[in-house]
């Protein structure tokens, strides 16, 4: 079906080429007996004109130049000279248009015109007029609305820069703030960290102050205990009569005298 279809194709694009049509016009033209007669003829009139057959005919009417040299000649006239002929018509026309203008107005140009087409021509001028005045007011118009935006949009990029500048001092201002209140921060830890080393130092050297201290008093209680017991270990404790002896009695009021001291932090 495609092959069919790219012949036929083809075969229009070359019956289509004014070469080729031309040269089939002109070969109709020049052996017409031949197409009248396939067409129109049937035997018995070929009889009568003296032809047996159709193809009788053909032979007779067939020769060289109306087979092939005089259509081929009409197809190059066709194809080449008649493209000049009608560029040739065209100019021609166009000139003999020009020359008829030139002349009409060298003619009429002096003339005297009419009441009416001078008032059509008048108020046709006048319309022109006014559409130009209202043209060129609008533009005006346009021309001072677009001052004013153009105004509106460097107002609008000023403020636009001052508020940018405005926040951008603001977040200066603010940053250097808190920078300085941070940096009072760190300081016043530092101190607070040095302040309670020092107090914890200090707490630690009182503890182990304190805490040889009361070693060095436990040390001294037993050693006074200890003396007492070997002073009194010695001593008779009751007279004949059941009291206490004075000697006993003083050794253990100085024992008990010693270690109260010793225990009132006193040497």
């Not at 033209?29 to 032809?51: H, R, S």
Request: glycine fraction near 4%; aromatic fraction near 10%.
């Amino acid at each position: 079906m495609d092959t069919f279809k790219d012949f036929f194709a083809d075969l229009k694009d070359r019956i289509s080429n004014p070469f080729i049509s031309s040269f089939v016009i002109g070969w109709v033209i020049f052996n017409y007996p031949i197409i009248v007669a396939l067409l129109f003829y049937k035997q018995t009139e070929l009889k009568v004109d003296g032809y047996t057959s159709y193809l009788n005919i053909i032979e007779n009417c067939r020769n060289d130049n109306n087979m092939l040299w005089h259509p081929l000649l009409v197809a190059i006239m066709y194809t080449f000279l008649v493209p000049f002929f009608k560029s040739g018509v065209r100019i021609f026309n166009s000139w003999l248009l020009t020359s008829t203008d030139g002349i009409v107005y060298s003619m009429t140009k002096n003339k005297v015109v009419s009441v009416e087409l001078h008032t059509k021509v008048s108020s046709d001028l006048e319309e022109v007029k006014s559409r130009y005045v209202e043209s060129i007011a609008k533009e005006s118009v346009y021309k001072d609305q677009n001052t004013a935006l153009l105004s509106r949009i460097d107002d609008l990029n000023a403020l636009q820069n001052e508020i940018v500048s405005k926040l951008n001092a603001d977040h200066d201002n603010q940053l250097k703030a808190i920078l300085e209140e941070n940096e009072t921060r760190v300081k016043n830890l530092v101190e607070d960290h040095r302040i309670s080393q020092s107090n914890t130092s200090a707490r630690l050297f009182t503890s182990e102050t304190n805490q040889t201290k009361a070693e060095e008093e436990l040390r001294k209680f037993k050693a006074l205990v200890k003396q007492g017991l070997y002073d009194l270990a010695g001593l008779a404790v009751y007279n004949s009569d059941g009291t206490m002896t004075p000697e006993f009695v003083g050794r253990t009021s100085k024992m008990l005298k010693d270690l109260t001291e010793l225990s009132n932090g006193q040497t």
